[in-house]
């Protein structure tokens, strides 16, 4: 039913064993359902992006017209749908954060690494995504989440020796 | 009255429902206006538009009257203040983005979104900020996009999602950030797929063509019917100063429901082309002159009344001339004493045809075919040979019908099948004898036809098993059955499958009127209403391979449109006169023709077609014919006029119909066979098989439409 190019050889094994695993949960007309998280799967093995022919093969192996594919890639932020850098950096902005001083914190990320929201570092290493909405760590304001690990209480200080930690 | 039958109130009207309606489909047969973006009644309801919101009592808040089921007893108020506020703030909202382009816009004068800002909408906006942009897509030559005018309402990309079957439009990103789109750029390719434009409420989508030609207040609607291929969809026709600018469907549930095909609306392109015929033209000295319509027709009527004299007059018309044009054209060759016409310019068998069905048809009614049981369809490639068909029987599918096929592999169905049994064409035949052996041991009734069963295979048992699964089960044959070189023994095989399951038995006729050629007597073996002729004259494959002294050609080009092609053009190099009635000058026609006459197109012209179920769909001429050209029957009249026959007195096309209707009488649909003729073991070859139509390619007109030529459909089958 696809109109892709009929290709699935980008998945790794492991990718089509996670998808396989997921789309098991569902009922089999609802294959659909298993989007995300093969998307996730195969956006973690490839440096933390997607491409056009990687969502082509998830759509080719879920049997899913591409175009379902790329809609929900565009839809959610976690997925990133042109190259990036691999730390995905993401800095809470909602209101909690930000009556707690996100805005310095934003602001001195991009200072120390030299790009804008939505910009990646010329070594491809950290990613500074453009917006991120509340991941619900309210009590410990300010925060930030990079590579799905949560570091609260954030200041401009601990930023740093967060980021030095991570080289 | 069953326990689904409710009552609820809408601003103080009793009115009856039943269970698990929405309000609007309530309302809407009623009468009762809700305004709109998203709801289409054709389409699943997605109720983002919020443009219904309506006040039910004891709700505390309005409520989409598309997504809210009726309860019994729910009071429903639209016009009341809570609702008509609700109404104009989502207006308020619909436009804050919405550019106020409408002096350019397409759509302007025949705008949902328009209309309802009139109704609904602020004089004066609130909004100051900046209004959003969105990069248009280049989705395909058909339909042209200004992405900024989009609300948001997904009907499009419902359409190709639920009525294509092939989702090709996305909502991409969220938010302020959400598109329509393809996300990859790519052309929209589905046959269907110009049905957005008119989905679309606004004017994000519209017909590239038609772009910047006219607006929609100044053009005249006429009402007439497709040209193209035997559903015989309804349409109606956007004229201006006497020029056809635009086609669009005319709801006809029956049949085209409010979907045509691309090709049905686009085709009106090749109308206007440079190459279209505007005088009489003469061959001399090995080039067309031009000619006034005096000489062309005395010309022709000389050598005419000399071949009836002492020659032999063959006379080929195209399956979609009109029901007027057949009858005059078989009135005219047999008042010439020749009963050499035929219509069946595409068949390589026409042996047996004492067995002819009085015309072909579908064998039940389009509609019918959506509650089928089971459907078998033997050599077809549905989808490129009537669209619009190819639709119902998608929606069958959808609903549990099983729809099977005995088919060559590669062609992509959008639904599901249930059974493809995979054949070359070459092996049609014994496929088909396989499969009444199938349905033999299914049935425990044995078929008279002499000939061995050959090997039985599951495939072959599954259709068999799915044909007597049901009541309403039909058997189909489409145009690479009918235009196969053992056609007439397929057809008996066929007959006698659905014979045996109780199914009905249909053809899928050639173009728009292969009925009405029938009927009118366009066949060398039977006069008007099906009656024998005393003694058949040659049919289109003797008339084709071997001269006659002269020809009358109507509607066709031999290259594209017989099963000969180049050699049937060798052939009539061989003749001494030929005659062509068209509307464009074919390139090759200076081999062959000695006199064209210009004749009006679909649009040109009044007249009937039959449609697949019997229907005889009669129409106007909606534009000035171009040039001197002038409808076809008028031509033939004049023809017989000057041959001095009797009875050419025909004012308009009405009183041609009359008496071709007088004449034909009551005719029957009846697709049995007294008795079948002998099934031999024939061997073919895939090189005689007849090629799958190029949906692009299947009459002039098609292929004059430079739209559809630019398409991803006509450049793959380009090589057919």
Same mark, same amino acid.
């Given at each position: ?7 699935t ?8 064993q996670?998808?396989?695993?997921w ?20 956006q ?6 997607? $491409?056009a022919?990687l969502?082509?093969?998830?759509a080719?192996?879920?049997?899913? =017209? ?5 809609e929900?890639? $565009?839809f ?5 749908t042109?190259?990036v ?10 209101i ?9 914190i ?14 990646s ?5 950290f990613?500074l995504?453009?917006e ?16 799905h690990?949560?570091?609260e209480?954030l ?13 | ?9 809408v601003?103080?009207?009793?009115? &009856?429902?039943r ?13 009762v206006?809700?305004p709109?973006f ?21 709700? =505390?808040?309005?409520?989409p ?12 108020f ?8 609700a ?6 909202f !619909?436009?804050?983005n ?6 350019i ?7 949902e ?15 100051n900020e900046r209004?959003?942009?969105?990069a248009?897509?280049d ?9 900024t ?8 990309v ?7 079957? !092939? ?10 950030n ?11 390719d589905?046959?269907? &797929?110009?049905?957005?434009i ?15 030609r ?6 005249m ?13 309804n #349409? ?11 086609v669009?469907p005319r709801p ?10 691309d ?6 392109a090749?109308? *206007?082309?440079?190459?279209?015929l505007e005088?009489p033209?003469?061959r ?11 000489t062309?027709l ?7 009344g000399?071949?009836a004299?002492?020659g032999? #007059?063959g ?10 044009e057949h009858?005059?054209l078989?009135?005219?060759?047999r008042?010439?004493?020749?009963n050499?016409?035929d ?9 047996d ?6 015309? =072909? ?6 509609a019918?075919?959506e509650?089928?049981d089971a459907?078998l369809v ?6 490129h040979?009537?669209?619009v ?12 019908s ?5 088919? =060559? ?19 049609l035949q014994p496929?088909?004898?396989a499969?009444?052996?199938a ?5 425990? %009734? ?40 053992g056609?007439?023994?397929? %057809? ?8 045996l ?25 039977r ?7 005393a ?8 008339m !084709?391979a071997?001269?006659?002294?002269? *020809?009358?050609?109507?509607?066709f ?13 060798e052939t ?12 464009w000058?074919?390139p ?9 006459l ?21 129409f ?30 025909y ?5 041609v #119909? ?11 649909p009846?697709?049995?066979?007294? %008795?079948?003729?002998?099934i031999?073991?024939?061997? *073919?070859?895939?090189?005689?098989m007849p090629?799958?139509?190029?949906? *692009? ?14 398409t991803r ?7 057919r």
């Open positions: 039913m696809s109109v892709s190019n009929k290709d050889s980008q998945l790794s094994e492991h990718a089509r996670v998808i396989d695993h789309v098991a949960k569902f009922p089999p007309d609802k294959k659909r359902s298993a989007v995300i998280e093969a998307l996730r799967t195969v973690h093995e490839n440096n933390g992006y997607l $491409t022919e969502m082509d093969a998830v080719e192996h879920l049997d899913l =017209p591409t175009i379902q594919v790329y929900v890639a $565009t959610y932020s976690m997925f990133e042109r190259p850098g691999r730390c995905h950096i993401s800095v809470c902005t909602n909690a954060c930000h009556l707690r001083g996100s805005a310095e934003v602001e001195h990320i991009e200072k120390r690494f030299g790009i804008k929201t939505g910009e570092t010329p070594d491809g290493k990613y995504k453009r991120e909405e509340c991941l619900a760590a309210c009590v410990n304001a300010p925060m930030m989440m990079i590579d690990v949560y570091y209480n200041t401009p200080e601990t930023v740093d020796q967060i980021l030095e930690g991570l080289k | 009255m069953s326990d689904d039958d409710i009552k609820i109130e601003n103080g009207v009793p009115m &009856s429902a269970k698990g309606q929405m309000i609007i489909q309530v309302t809407d047969p009623a009468g206006y809700i709109r998203c709801y289409h009644d054709k389409l699943s309801i997605a109720a983002n538009c919020r443009m219904c919101l309506v006040e039910v009592e004891k709700a =505390p808040k309005p409520l009257a598309c997504a809210t089921p009726v309860t019994d007893g729910m009071k429903v639209t016009k009341s203040a809570a609702a008509i506020a109404q104009k703030a989502t207006m308020e !619909l436009l804050i919405h550019p106020l382009d409408c002096p816009c397409d759509q302007g004068g025949e705008c979104l328009q209309d309802l800002a009139m109704g609904f909408g602020r004089d004066v906006s609130r909004y209004k959003r942009v969105v248009d897509k989705i395909g030559p058909l339909v042209s996009t200004d992405m005018r989009c609300i948001h309402c997904t009907r499009c419902r359409f190709t999602e639920e009525i294509a079957g !092939l989702q090709e439009l996305g909502t991409l990103g969220r938010g302020e959400m598109e329509i789109g393809t996300y990859i750029e790519r052309s929209v589905h046959e269907l &797929s110009g049905n957005v008119d989905l679309c409420p606004v004017g994000a989508l519209n017909s590239r063509p038609f772009r910047f006219a607006r929609s207040w100044e053009m609607q006429q009402a007439t019917v497709s040209p193209h291929d035997s559903v015989g969809s #349409l109606f026709a956007h004229t201006m100063h006497g020029k056809l600018l635009r669009v006809n549930e029956a049949l085209n429901e409010t979907w045509i095909a090709r049905d609306r686009f085709s009106y090749g109308i *206007y082309t440079d190459d279209r005088t033209v003469f001399v000295d090995g080039e067309f002159r031009p000619t006034d319509w005096a062309a005395q010309r022709v009527a000389t050598r005419l000399e071949t004299k002492e032999s #007059l006379v080929l018309a195209a399956p979609g001339a009109t029901l007027e009858y005059l078989q009135k005219l060759a008042d010439l004493g020749s050499n016409i219509h069946r310019l595409h068949a390589m068998d026409l042996g045809d004492d067995n002819d069905p009085p015309f =072909p048809w579908l064998g039940a009614a389009v019918e075919l509650s089928a459907v033997v050599g077809s490639h549905i989808r040979e009537v669209p068909l190819a639709h119902r029987l998608r929606k069958a599918g959808l609903a549990g099983q729809i099977n096929f005995l088919n =060559p592999a590669g062609f992509e169905y959008l639904f599901p099948v249930h059974e493809y049994a995979e054949t070359p064409l070459s092996q496929q088909l004898v499969l009444l052996g349905v033999e041991a299914v049935t425990g %009734r044995r078929s008279e036809l002499a000939v061995d069963r050959g090997a039985i295979s599951d495939a072959h048992r599954r259709i068999a098993d799915s044909l007597m699964s049901g009541d309403k089960s039909h058997v189909v044959l489409g145009h690479l059955a009918t235009r196969h070189p056609y007439s023994k397929l %057809r008996a095989i066929a007959t006698e499958i659905a014979r399951v109780g199914a009905t038995m249909g053809y899928i006729p050639e173009s728009c009127n292969a009925a009405g050629a029938y009927m009118a007597g366009v066949v060398p073996h006069a008007p209403g099906g009656k024998p002729v003694e058949p004259g040659r049919n289109a494959r003797q !084709l071997e001269a006659c002294d002269a *020809y009358v050609l109507l509607g080009e031999p290259q594209h449109d017989t099963a000969e092609g180049q050699a049937a053009i009539l190099r061989g003749a001494s006169f030929v005659v062509m009635l068209a509307s000058l074919d090759t026609a200076i081999e062959y023709a000695d006199v064209i210009p004749i009006g197109t679909f649009a040109e012209t009044a007249g009937t077609y039959v449609n697949m179920q019997g229907d005889q769909q009669s106007s001429g909606v534009a000035e014919p171009v040039g001197d050209a002038r409808p076809g029957w008028k031509v033939l009249r004049v023809l017989g006029n000057q041959l001095e026959l009797d009875g050419y007195e004012n308009n096309a009405a009183e #119909l009359a008496a071709a209707n007088a004449d034909i009488g009551v005719m029957r009846d697709n049995t066979i007294a %008795r079948s003729p002998a031999n073991g024939a061997q *073919y070859s895939e090189a005689e090629r799958p139509s190029r949906i *692009y390619g299947i009459d002039p007109l098609v292929r004059r439409a430079r739209p559809l030529q630019r459909d006509a450049k793959r089958t380009a090589d």
